[in-house]
């Protein structure tokens, strides 16, 4: 075993952002290392993660070239049409009453721009996604995949990084990069202040079956407990059985007793909110929850450090985009970091790692605010606010060039677009 290992970049988590930027470097034959105190073993097992991930259109151009997309494909359904509505719930009925005035995006409505329509997105289970990005970081020559490896010491200096691993090796390299997480210590450590605040809201996240099939449609009710999202999944491979992920922000005090109820009596309360536009509706499998949180980090960087994905921001899921946005995040640094490699400059020199943090903030920022907005106005029941977001939703679906606008946005096809998103090689 090597007590000393030499690399260009270190990365700290291998999450689906971690992974995937470790990814994007080697693919360029930079030298990185990538830790996580974690086993492979326990990031792809089932019960480590319940949740799938919304992988937008651009996101799907990066992760294709990089070679992931092609494990991905045969679990991943498509997301071509959106609905979005806003919805009651009154004692004693059997289902949540939805309003007549709704939003709808439709796929085909983008067909001129970009012939013939694509889907807007893909549903993947993130487990399929964790799995596939390892076996592919597993096979790049420059990657180092340390896992399971708890760090235990970490400075930086004008010359380099230094990691020094609990087993006692050590790595050293000209950038560290931070992905672990809302919960990173590496950006407190850096003394990087952040905005923070809980949403008192938790998502319950389970798989429901219905018995008829979701044609790629994607629905968001918004609930006066918060957003209930149901987000088309593949058949099941075994039963057939046609399926939905459900993403059930609930307000928090709420959740502790509705995640004790037995089967019956869950499924109910589920179903209410489900709604019948598919049939008869059961929850299946385990129910998984995630208290809810923002977190904005106030720099990306400081002294050979960069902050990415939930490291540097952490999002409502109202919007399915916070590993989108981390995956714009590791795509930007991703090149910033290779070109300056390529000009002979210092990969982790306060240059290359502004040039991250001016590409990356406004849209970070921008989606912080939106998804705490978005959030703000419809997880609630006061009857003025109620009517004003129904009939903005109503305004909004009358508008076709609002209706794109958004779209695009939704799609991550806005923006500067680095080369991986693309499509092309770094
Ligand atoms: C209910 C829910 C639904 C969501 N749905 C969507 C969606 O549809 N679309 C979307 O784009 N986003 C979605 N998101 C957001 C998305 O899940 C996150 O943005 C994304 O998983 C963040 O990945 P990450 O790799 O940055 O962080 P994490 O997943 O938190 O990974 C951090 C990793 O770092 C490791 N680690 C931490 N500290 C250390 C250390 N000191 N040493 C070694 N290892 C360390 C951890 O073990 C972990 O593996 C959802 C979020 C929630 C809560």
């Given at each position: 075993?090597?007590?000393?290992?030499r690399c260009?970049?270190?990365?700290?988590?291998?999450?689906?952002?971690?992974?995937?930027?470790?990814?994007?470097?080697?693919?360029?034959?930079?030298?990185?290392?990538?830790?996580?105190?974690?086993?492979?073993?326990?990031?792809?097992?089932?019960?480590?993660?319940?949740?799938?991930?919304?992988?937008?259109s651009?996101?799907?151009r990066?992760?294709?070239?990089?070679?992931?997309?092609?494990?991905?494909?045969p679990?991943?359904?498509?997301?071509?049409?959106?609905?979005?509505?806003?919805?009651?719930l009154?004692?004693?009925?059997?289902?949540a009453?939805?309003s007549?005035?709704?939003?709808?995006?439709d796929?085909r409505?983008l067909?001129?721009?970009?012939?013939?329509?694509?889907?807007?997105?893909?549903i993947?289970?993130?487990?399929?996604?964790r799995?596939?990005?390892?076996?592919?970081?597993?096979?790049?020559?420059?990657?180092?995949?340390?896992?399971?490896?708890e760090?235990?010491?970490?400075?930086?200096?004008?010359a380099?990084?230094t990691?020094?691993?609990?087993?006692g090796?050590?790595?050293r390299?000209?950038?560290?990069?931070?992905?672990?997480?809302?919960?990173?210590?590496?950006?407190?450590?850096?003394?990087?202040?952040?905005?923070?605040?809980?949403?008192?809201?938790t998502?319950?996240?389970?798989?429901a079956?219905?018995?008829?099939?979701?044609?790629?449609?994607?629905?968001?009710?918004?609930?006066?407990?918060?957003?209930?999202?149901?987000?088309?999944?593949?058949?099941?491979p075994?039963?057939?059985?046609h399926?939905?992920?459900?993403?059930?922000?609930?307000?928090?005090?709420?959740?502790?007793?509705?995640?004790?109820?037995?089967?019956?009596?869950?499924?109910?309360?589920?179903?209410?909110?489900?709604g019948?536009?598919?049939?008869?509706v059961?929850?299946?499998?385990?129910?998984?929850?995630?208290?809810?949180?923002?977190?904005?980090?106030?720099?990306?960087i400081?002294?050979?450090?960069?902050?990415?994905?939930?490291?540097?921001?952490?999002?409502?899921?109202?919007?399915?985009?916070?590993?989108?946005?981390?995956?714009r995040?590791?795509?930007?640094?991703?090149?910033?970091?290779?070109?300056?490699?390529?000009?002979?400059?210092d990969?982790?020199?306060?240059?290359?790692?502004?040039a991250y943090?001016?590409?990356?903030?406004?849209?970070?920022?921008?989606?912080?605010?939106?998804?705490?907005?978005?959030?703000?106005?419809?997880?609630?029941?006061?009857?003025?606010?109620?009517l004003?977001?129904?009939?903005g939703?109503?305004?909004?679906?009358?508008v076709?060039?609002?209706?794109?606008?958004?779209?695009?946005?939704?799609?991550?096809?806005?923006?500067?677009?680095?080369?991986l998103?693309?499509?092309?090689?770094?």
């Open positions: 075993m090597d007590r000393e290992i260009d970049v270190i990365v700290v988590g291998a999450g689906m952002i971690g992974a995937t930027l470790g990814i994007a470097l080697a693919s360029a034959g930079v030298r990185v290392a990538i830790i996580d105190r974690l086993a492979v073993d326990t990031m792809t097992a089932g019960p480590y993660d319940g949740r799938t991930t919304a992988i937008a651009a996101a799907q990066a992760l294709e070239a990089l070679g992931v997309w092609p494990m991905l494909a679990d991943a359904a498509a997301i071509d049409d959106i609905r979005i509505s806003d919805g009651r009154e004692p004693g009925a059997t289902e009453r939805t007549l005035l709704h939003l709808h995006f796929h409505e067909a001129e721009a970009c012939a013939p329509a694509q889907p807007m997105g893909h993947v289970e993130n487990r399929f996604i799995r596939a990005l390892f076996t592919r970081l597993a096979a790049m020559p420059t990657a180092t995949f340390l896992a399971p490896a760090t235990a010491r970490i400075t930086r200096d004008n380099a990084a990691v020094v691993l609990a087993d090796r050590v790595l390299a000209p950038l560290l990069v931070s992905a672990e997480g809302k919960f990173g210590a590496l950006r407190e450590q850096a003394g990087i202040g952040a905005l923070q605040w809980r949403y008192e809201q998502a319950i996240v389970c798989v079956e219905h018995e008829q099939p979701h044609r790629g449609v994607a629905h968001e009710k918004f609930l006066p407990g918060g957003p209930f999202a149901i987000l088309p999944m593949t058949d099941d075994r039963t057939g059985a399926r939905s992920s459900i993403v059930w922000s609930e307000r928090a005090d709420l959740v502790p007793a509705l995640l004790k109820l037995d089967d019956a009596a869950f499924a109910r309360e589920f179903a209410q909110r489900f019948s536009h598919l049939g008869a059961r929850p299946v499998g385990p129910r998984y929850h995630y208290p809810l949180s923002l977190m904005h980090a106030e720099r990306y400081a002294q050979r450090l960069a902050l990415v994905g939930d490291a540097a921001h952490a999002i409502h899921p109202i919007a399915g985009q916070g590993w989108n946005l981390g995956l995040d590791v795509v930007a640094l991703a090149e910033v970091v290779v070109d300056a490699r390529r000009l002979g400059l990969i982790g020199g306060t240059a290359t790692l502004e943090e001016r590409w990356r903030r406004v849209d970070n920022l921008a989606l912080v605010a939106a998804t705490d907005a978005l959030n703000r106005l419809f997880s609630n029941d006061l009857p003025p606010v109620r004003a977001r129904d009939l939703l109503a305004a909004a679906n009358r076709a060039p609002l209706r794109r606008f958004f779209m695009r946005h939704a799609m991550g096809a806005v923006g500067d677009q680095p080369r998103t693309r499509g092309l090689p770094l």
